[in-house]
């Protein structure tokens, strides 16, 4: 079993930066991959980015690239989200994901956290 808590969330205001994490606990991550959703109020979940755990390949979301940047810190078993210049469309609940290849698709991660809120708005 896989536990993952996201924390980090809140009110922002437009252009303004946030970081989210998401701690993991429960197995060795040596050989996981690491990955952030979100769903926005009445829209499908998306892709946001993914890491594996050894860090080697980041992937983005390409309408994210060069405003999210996701990393992790092995020590302490967390993975962050970067974000930066958000803007009112970034509002949405923000879940972090556990799975076992690199991939975009929802249904191929197992693991999930609860969520964490985001709103960016002035």
């Known amino acids: 079993q896989v536990q993952l808590v996201e924390s980090g969330g809140g009110l922002v205001q437009p252009g303004g930066p946030l970081r989210l994490s998401c701690a993991a606990s429960g197995r060795p991550f040596s050989n996981t991959v690491m990955g952030w959703f979100r769903q926005a109020p009445g829209k499908e979940r998306e892709f946001v980015g993914s890491?594996?755990?050894?860090?080697?390949?980041?992937s983005y979301a390409n309408s994210l690239m060069g405003r999210f940047t996701i990393f992790r810190d092995k020590a302490r078993n967390t993975v962050y989200l970067q974000m930066s210049s958000l803007k009112p469309e970034d509002t949405a609940v923000y879940y972090c994901?556990?799975?076992?290849?690199?991939?975009?698709?929802?249904?191929?991660?197992?693991?999930w956290g609860q969520g964490t809120q985001v709103t960016v708005s002035s």
């Open positions: 890491i594996t755990w050894t860090g080697a390949t980041v």
């Open positions: 994901a556990a799975g076992m290849v690199v991939t975009s698709t929802e249904k191929d991660y197992d693991y």
